[in-house]
């Protein structure tokens, strides 16, 4: 009961830095089966996982890139005389059983978009809910986290209703295979489908704006060099619009929460003239049948290098490839793919001064075409401290 009480008095402590949670709506899931007990300060999160060989939960919250700046909880309203705050972090919570044979786990994401007005002038906020499965097997060396992200915006209009529904899957598979020279393999999966339904005067009408794939298969190889550990790897990713409807190569349910503050307003101009029916304009645009399918495809040689002394620990991790992208178009079935160059540094630091406590660093630069690039370098693109607790 004490250490409960003294983690609970460290989690009040610190509850309004900018900081924020422990396990996003994605598959860093993974890594919550195998953490043990700590509490965990960053830029982009604050939570804790606690537990003893048998039971375990987390609570906490996560960015995922949302809000006005990196690091800010709520984002105030621009509307001065009707003053308002999102709070734009994800909440995560989950329970875990664990042991040598096999571990089970779930948790679930609640995620709060904007502000937004109905049609009625109710306010209300659309929320994502992400339920996650984990599972490791085999005394961890098989391991999976499928989280599952599905948002839903409803309204109505003078007789007549709509809804825009997004579902997206973010899963990662590992495999450690024991073996000195192919040590682990990984296999993420991506989907996501963005759709509409709306009824006017007893008619139905649905449609897709936006569906999408992909995966990113990664065989990871290693060695030593005297002090040095070498983890090479090869990434294989691809990412693309599924069917000919839209030039985007990735949907998720998250980013789909931009669209609700203007969700009302869309609905209402797209009643208009039942005779003419139009679809409410999204992020990911209209379901008009496009000329040539959007995807990308970038197969990168990576090299990790990890190396440890009493108080520093250093990973860091150049890759060079082949990205291909095919930016799709609505009138032009010839339009050619770009080839360029995939390339990419991230280095991780960890500073542990005593034991249980360690201070994090994070350094990221590419020019990923799936995620956006991320230029120019800033060192301290997250930051923070983990301190490692007992066992309850």
């Avoid at 509409?196 to 569906?211: I, L, Q, R, V």
């Avoid at 060695?223 to 550990?229: G, I, L, R, S």
């Avoid at 998720?252 to 307003?265: C, E, M, P």
Wanted: glycine content about 10%; hydrophobic content about 40%.
């Amino acid at each position: 009961m004490k250490k409960v009480f003294l983690t609970t008095i460290a989690l009040l402590s610190i509850a309004s830095a900018s900081v924020f949670g422990m396990y996003g709506a994605n598959s860093g899931w993974i890594n919550f089966l195998t953490h043990g007990n700590q509490f965990r300060a960053r830029m982009e999160q604050l939570g804790f996982t606690l537990g003893n060989d048998t039971i375990k939960g987390t609570f906490g919250f996560f960015n995922d890139g949302r809000g006005t700046a990196y690091g800010s909880m709520l984002s105030l309203s621009s509307n001065a005389s009707d003053l308002y705050y999102d709070f734009t972090p994800t909440i995560s919570m989950g329970l875990a059983y664990t042991s040598s044979l096999i571990s089970v786990g779930v948790g679930y994401n609640a995620t709060i978009g904007p502000n937004w007005t109905k049609i009625n002038g109710k306010k209300t906020e659309a929320v994502v809910h992400t339920p996650v499965l984990v599972l490791n097997a085999m005394d961890n060396a098989f391991r999976m986290a499928i989280p599952i992200q599905v948002v839903n915006l409803t309204d109505k209009f003078e007789g007549a209703k709509g809804s825009v529904t997004a579902v997206s899957l973010d899963a990662q598979f590992r495999y450690y295979t024991g073996l000195d020279f192919l040590p682990q393999i990984r296999l993420y999966l991506r989907y996501g489908n963005y759709g509409y339904e709306k009824t006017t005067g007893g008619t139905k009408d649905k449609g897709t704006f936006a569906e999408t794939f992909g995966f990113d298969f990664r065989l990871y190889f290693g060695a030593m060099v005297e002090e040095v550990a070498l983890q090479p790897y090869i990434k294989l990713a691809y990412n693309g619009a599924l069917g000919k409807q839209h030039s985007k190569r990735s949907v998720t349910a998250i980013d789909a929460l931009n669209d609700s503050a203007n969700f009302a307003n869309q609905l209402v101009s797209s009643f208009a003239d039942p005779n003419n029916p139009t679809e409410p304009t999204t992020t990911y645009g209209g379901n008009a049948a496009w000329k040539k399918s959007a995807w990308d495809l970038t197969l990168a040689p990576t090299l990790g290098l990890t190396a440890n002394s009493d108080v520093v620990s250093l990973y860091f991790e150049p890759s060079l490839g082949l990205q291909i992208i095919q930016p799709g178009s609505a009138t032009d079935d010839k339009v050619k793919e770009i080839y360029s160059l995939a390339w990419g540094a991230y280095a991780e630091i960890y500073i542990t001064p005593l034991k249980n406590l360690e201070w994090y660093f994070e350094a990221n630069v590419n020019n990923n075409a799936a995620n956006g690039a991320i230029t120019p370098v800033k060192f301290a693109a997250s930051t923070g401290i983990t301190w490692y607790l007992p066992a309850l």
